[in-house]
């Protein structure tokens, strides 16, 4: 069943994420970035070289991370927040994508903005709708530009799907009970555990599925996961520091108390 984004899901997004709204129509553009140039090994190295010299990134492989982890919170929080809470799946096709940039964070955090806001419902098999809609945003979006970064800038993939990874279980651990609890979250969990669990590596272009193995992640005391790969943050420029799920803060930690 084919249906639209509401005013109201629109607002909800932008106040709670970075969604590019018509509000924003005023707002003076800085950059636009379509995903559909990604595509092509040409188009990432141009969107790569630009962000490095935005970001001043003395390692390559950072940027490449980084980018790849602007992609992994962009993906999580439009396209699976309106599937989980509002039941709809929008046209997350390359051409149907851009990234907007009307600040001038030194973070490089543009707006995601679907220019057809057209969206599909589930009618009967939700588990299937679910199924069809991963595959169209991992195998048909994420996988490609994750390839292209991977050649550009030899970052390994599992650091790229790490960088979705994060995501995924930040919405569902941890965002999602500052709005909802008890059954109702339970019933809203039932697309995380579908997307981990049951999700084959297909659609990341893996012989499994990249997300299955942060289950098994330590939590740490803010309720994040740790990370199994370092996404080479500190490595950004000479003020850079680690993250807060570095793996190599535990170690750190370790040799202090040997």
């Known amino acids: 069943m084919k249906s639209v984004i509401t005013r ?4 909800f997004l932008n106040e709670h994420f970075r969604y590019f709204t018509e509000d924003h129509r005023d707002e003076p553009v800085y950059e636009r970035l379509n995903a ?4 092509s090994r040409d188009g990432t190295e141009k969107a790569l070289n630009h962000l490095h010299i935005y970001l001043e990134s003395e390692s390559f492989l950072t940027t490449g991370s980084f980018l790849g982890k602007r992609f992994g919170y962009y993906a999580i929080t439009v396209p699976i927040v309106l599937m989980t809470l ?3 799946f929008p046209d997350v096709s390359p051409a149907n994508v851009e990234y907007v940039r009307i600040d001038e964070n ?6 995601y903005y679907l220019k057809d806001k057209t969206t599909i419902s589930p009618e009967e098999n939700r588990k299937a709708w679910i199924e069809e809609n991963m595959r169209q945003l991992f195998r048909d979006h994420l996988a490609p530009i994750f390839f292209h970064i991977h050649k550009t800038t030899r970052v390994s993939k599992k650091v790229l799907w790490e960088n979705v990874a994060i995501y995924l279980y930040w919405l569902y651990e941890r965002k999602l009970p500052e709005w909802y609890e008890g059954a109702e979250l339970e019933r809203l969990r039932e697309d995380f555990r579908f997307i981990v669990e049951e999700l084959d590596g297909e659609p990341f272009g893996e012989k499994k599925n990249p997300f299955t193995y942060f289950e098994s992640q330590p939590v740490l005391p803010t309720g994040a ?9 500190y490595r950004l420029h000479e003020d850079s520091t680690f993250c807060k799920v570095c793996p190599h803060l535990k170690r750190m930690d370790e040799l202090k108390n040997l």
Do not use: M, T, V
Not at 36 to 39: F, M
Not at 106 to 111: A, D, E, H, L, V
Not at 225 to 233: F, I, V
């Open 36 to 39: 559909e140039s990604l595509l």
């Open 8 to 11: 109201d899901e629109e607002k």
């Open 86 to 88: 509002f039941d709809k």
């Open 106 to 111: 030194p973070k490089w955090f543009p707006k």
């Open 225 to 233: 996961r740790e990370r199994k790969c370092c996404c080479l943050s």
